[in-house]
């Protein structure tokens, strides 16, 4: 179905966040230029909201009403002049180059108004209301259209938006909505688009579209950033490094080799979703992964682990003793378990041979696995997430660099975390699943895509409804 193209002029005095707006509702931060020096916008940009490869919503930005006292004055002097109502003597100003003269800029706005079907005059909240404010108010209200008041900046301490509304009330405009430019909540824009369609009941298909597609939208990024996030789990959590046990040189180099690898995957995937939010990488402070108190773990065998490897054979004694080796090559390399492995043990390591032998005999010769432990893979997805939710409420017109909210490093993630920890023992038995040494032919295997399904799943509902 064929929308009709609803056409929406951004007005508002200098400087309160006009492009900021469209900068956000169209998810592009190079749109136009944001600046906090005045009059930034000088000429009418626009750009076309787009549903489903069909325009829906044309939105106009326009320079900032900067004299608008004395531009009511000379509407007035032209009203009364002529003997016409208010809209007719707008109409006989824009068609005079003669009465344009002072005020070509307000010229452009007021035609753009008179163009479209609806205005959204955007207010800085942190402003003290004046004059100025209720004589640009005075001229759009006469301009035949409808006009929406948008309080931006309403998360700033010095905003105060109730006093907007009361004075808003006054003139007569009762359907106001907040949408704070660079800090959002997820309803925002589904307010704004709500609280446009109370106005433009010809347009309701229209709208009705957009709302879904903001909906959709929103879904849909956080099921791509779970994947993303899983993925990473996945690829950390099945890295492996294998080192002579004895050589501490070897193993000093191969500790910081490992830790460059899990920060190198994780600022691939900090990258990955700063464009999937479509921010750019210089938004994002980056940090140093943290390692918790310095240390990496290293294998970490357990006896559930044997039945991969193929030891099914041998009872009791022949998984004990194995588990044994395996701990005691790690941490310290020692022989003890070696002199254990008799009888029903090496039948059993014969066995592994088809499987995972491999990783089982490098132990035996005296090599250690190193991988990341299980603290650090749950530091990893905290911080995927918290920064997850940072991109979610980040204005597009934000120009602060984005850090991570003390709130979001402390939400209750119980529930999400011990999944991780399932899916984390499941990745550590198949090094064949990680990505950072084998070039992504891991992520073919279909038992990984299961895995990755599921994790994603339970970090979808960390992301919100």
Request: glycine share 8%; with cysteine.
């Amino acid at each position: 179905m064929t929308l009709e193209v609803l056409k929406v002029a951004v007005v508002g005095h200098t400087n309160t966040g006009k492009t900021s707006l469209l900068r956000t509702l169209t998810r592009d931060v190079a749109f136009g230029e944001v600046s906090n020096r005045p009059a930034t916008t000088r000429d009418v940009e626009a750009v076309m909201l787009m549903v489903d490869g069909e325009p829906a919503i044309e939105l106009f930005d326009t320079p900032g009403l900067e004299d608008s006292s004395g531009l009511l004055e000379r509407l007035d002097e032209l009203r009364q002049r002529q003997g016409v109502d208010w809209t007719d003597a707008i109409g006989l100003f824009l068609e005079s180059e003669k009465e344009q003269v002072g005020f070509g800029q307000e010229a452009k706005v007021l035609r753009r108004v008179i163009d479209c079907d609806v205005a959204l005059y955007v207010i800085d909240a942190r402003d003290r209301i004046h004059g100025k404010h209720k004589d640009e108010l005075e001229i759009l209200g006469r301009c035949a259209r409808p006009i929406l008041p948008v309080l931006n900046f309403v998360a700033a301490p010095d905003a105060d938006p109730e006093a907007w509304r009361a004075h808003l009330a006054r003139v007569n405009m009762h359907a106001v909505v907040a949408f704070d430019t660079v800090i959002l909540d997820e309803t925002s824009e589904s307010r704004l688009y709500n609280k446009m369609a109370t106005l433009l009941d010809g347009f309701a298909p229209t709208l009705g579209a957009v709302l879904a597609d903001v909906t959709r939208r929103q879904e849909d990024l956080k099921h791509a950033s779970a994947e993303l996030i899983a993925d990473l789990v996945i690829d950390v959590a099945a890295y492996r490094m294998v080192v002579p046990a004895r050589e501490s040189a070897e193993l000093e180099t191969a500790l910081e080799d490992l830790r460059e690898a899990v920060r190198g995957a994780e600022q691939t995937c900090v990258d990955r979703l700063i464009d999937l939010y479509r921010f750019r990488p210089g938004d994002y402070l980056s940090e140093t992964l943290p390692i918790e108190e310095g240390r990496w773990g290293r294998d970490l065998f357990d006896p559930s682990a044997l039945a991969d490897f193929g030891i099914t054979t041998g009872g009791a004694a022949a998984s004990g003793a194995l588990a044994g080796l395996a701990i005691d090559v790690v941490v310290g390399g020692m022989t003890l378990g070696a002199a254990a492995l008799t009888g029903a043990a090496i039948g059993a390591l014969t066995g592994a041979i088809g499987s995972r032998g491999r990783q089982v005999l490098d132990l035996l010769r005296g090599y250690s696995e190193l991988r990341a432990n299980t603290a650090t893979l749950e530091l990893l997805t905290r911080r995927e997430l918290a920064l997850c939710r940072a991109l979610q409420r980040r204005g597009h017109a934000s120009q602060e660099r984005l850090r991570l909210a003390d709130r979001d490093a402390q939400e209750d993630l119980a529930g999400v975390i011990d999944e991780v920890k399932k899916a984390v023992g499941t990745a550590r038995l198949h090094p064949e699943w990680s990505r950072l040494e084998r070039g992504g032919l891991g992520a073919m295997d279909s038992d990984r895509q299961e895995l990755r399904r599921n994790l994603a799943k339970a970090l979808r509902g960390a992301l919100g409804a």
